[in-house]
């Protein structure tokens, strides 16, 4: 296969990950909705929260770039059941929950109002953000032996029993376990983000293919690990979805048990991610001819991920090369392939290279 380990690279670190810039802005908004509804709930004679905990793909770092800003950060908010009293005195239900944490949060600054969601309270931003506010209650029980035991119930249509922070343990568990390096996070992180990256690179897919933590738990299930090569790790991971979703379509939620993360046994989203991934390995398939060149691997690149992210950086090479080879020479270096740009030992691409 030919080798563009140091371009796939690149486009994550350039185009995939999200900039830490983006991540601070979101932060900010996260803490400053935070005091919005500690004064919120304050001010209404409402139970104060025991916590606030980010969660999701921000917490496990998982969010990629988006041309639209289209970005969200869910921060659970948690109270103690005992504390969450209805109007006339009995438990309150989910519902009068995340109405609660609504009405608090909505202190009349916003030009779109907070909204009541399924699962959650949205807070919405011009700038395409959104701060998404799951409401959970602490339970406290006592089991048969009669020591107290603890649990979280998410307000959702009823009461249920969840707790988010739970998935950032598993996925940093899964890390922790599969990743052969920890640079930047490590390479399970880096092939997720790429995924992602991948299921959203055209508008049409949009809200048709499985969501990001099904792509989440698919590479913990499939990952081609590849301390040497990244374009390789991406390309045997995704061959593992495919097939994997070719034998069964379902994925189960990692920590809750006997839930799932699709609906059912032929579920639309899973056979888009897979008839999609299938598309993409069909793009890369010239890399293995024996007389691929760099051009054309840098294309098949492009072509999977509708960029010309790679292609560029075949001009930047070449510009390069040029502005650091005496010119008598230039050209026929670059013909024999001698230099590959600026301080990177020539490789041989047709295999038996550096990474092959």
Same mark, same amino acid.
């Given at each position: 296969?030919?080798?563009?380990?140091?371009?796939v690279?690149?486009y994550?670190?350039?185009? !995939?990950n999200?900039?830490?810039?983006?991540?601070?802005?979101?932060?900010?908004r #996260?803490?400053?909705?935070?005091?919005?509804?500690?004064?919120?709930?304050?001010?209404s004679?409402k =139970?104060?929260?025991?916590?606030c905990?980010?969660q999701?793909s921000? $917490?496990?770092?998982?969010? *990629?770039?988006?041309g639209?800003k289209d970005?969200?950060i869910d921060?659970g908010v948690?109270?103690n059941k005992?504390?969450?009293v209805?109007?006339?005195?009995?438990?309150m239900?989910?519902?009068?929950a995340?109405k609660?944490?609504?009405?608090?949060?909505d202190?009349?600054? @916003?030009?779109a109002a907070?909204?009541v969601?399924?699962k /959650? *309270?949205?807070v919405?931003y011009d700038?395409?953000y959104? !701060?998404?506010l799951?409401?959970?209650?602490r *339970? !406290?029980?006592?089991?048969?032996?009669?020591?107290?035991v603890?649990?979280y119930?998410l307000?959702?249509? %009823?009461?249920?029993?969840?707790?988010?922070?739970?998935?950032t343990?598993?996925?940093?568990?899964?890390?922790?376990?599969?990743? =052969?390096d920890?640079?930047?996070?490590?390479?399970?992180?880096?092939?997720?983000?790429e995924i992602?990256?991948y299921a959203?690179?055209r $508008?049409s897919?949009?809200?048709?293919i499985? &969501?990001? @933590?099904? +792509?989440?738990?698919?590479?913990?299930? /499939?990952f081609? &690990?590849?301390?040497?090569?990244?374009?390789?790790a991406?390309r045997?991971?995704?061959?593992a979805?495919r097939d994997?979703?070719?034998?069964?379509?379902?994925?189960?939620?990692p920590?809750?048990p006997?839930?799932?993360?699709t609906?059912?046994?032929?579920d639309?989203?899973?056979?888009?991610? #897979?008839?999609?991934l299938?598309?993409a390995?069909?793009?890369?398939?010239?890399?293995d001819?024996?007389? /691929?060149?760099?051009k %054309?691997?840098?294309?098949?690149?492009?072509?999977?991920f509708?960029?010309t992210? @790679?292609?560029d950086?075949?001009?930047?090479?070449?510009?390069?090369?040029?502005?650091?080879?005496p010119?008598?020479?230039?050209?026929?270096?670059?013909?024999?392939?001698?230099?590959?740009? +600026?301080?990177?030992a020539?490789v041989?691409k047709q295999?038996?290279?550096?990474?092959?």
């Amino acid at each position: 296969m030919f080798d563009c380990s140091d371009d796939v690279l690149a486009y994550h670190d350039e185009e !995939v990950n999200l900039p830490e810039s983006d991540r601070s802005d979101m932060r900010d908004r #996260r803490d400053v909705n935070r005091d919005r509804l500690k004064k919120g709930l304050k001010k209404s004679n409402k =139970p104060a929260y025991r916590q606030c905990k980010s969660q999701g793909s921000y $917490a496990m770092r998982l969010m *990629v770039q988006s041309g639209d800003k289209d970005y969200d950060i869910d921060d659970g908010v948690y109270f103690n059941k005992e504390d969450l009293v209805g109007a006339n005195g009995g438990e309150m239900t989910a519902l009068e929950a995340r109405k609660m944490v609504r009405d608090a949060v909505d202190d009349g600054k @916003f030009k779109a109002a907070p909204e009541v969601r399924p699962k /959650c *309270v949205r807070v919405l931003y011009d700038e395409g953000y959104h !701060v998404d506010l799951p409401v959970y209650r602490r *339970v !406290v029980e006592k089991n048969a032996a009669g020591k107290e035991v603890v649990h979280y119930e998410l307000a959702s249509s %009823e009461w249920q029993r969840s707790d988010a922070r739970d998935v950032t343990d598993w996925f940093d568990g899964e890390c922790e376990k599969l990743n =052969p390096d920890k640079t930047a996070g490590g390479q399970v992180r880096r092939i997720t983000r790429e995924i992602k990256k991948y299921a959203r690179s055209r $508008a049409s897919w949009k809200g048709k293919i499985l &969501s990001g @933590f099904g +792509i989440t738990k698919l590479v913990t299930e /499939c990952f081609g &690990s590849n301390a040497d090569r990244e374009d390789k790790a991406l390309r045997d991971t995704i061959t593992a979805i495919r097939d994997r979703l070719n034998g069964n379509l379902v994925v189960k939620h990692p920590v809750t048990p006997n839930d799932t993360i699709t609906k059912g046994s032929d579920d639309a989203r899973a056979k888009l991610l #897979r008839d999609n991934l299938s598309g993409a390995l069909k793009k890369l398939e010239p890399l293995d001819k024996s007389d /691929c060149s760099r051009k %054309e691997a840098l294309k098949c690149w492009d072509a999977v991920f509708s960029t010309t992210f @790679f292609s560029d950086r075949l001009a930047d090479d070449d510009e390069a090369a040029s502005a650091h080879v005496p010119a008598p020479f230039s050209s026929g270096l670059l013909k024999s392939g001698a230099t590959t740009g +600026i301080g990177r030992a020539a490789v041989n691409k047709q295999g038996g290279g550096r990474y092959a």
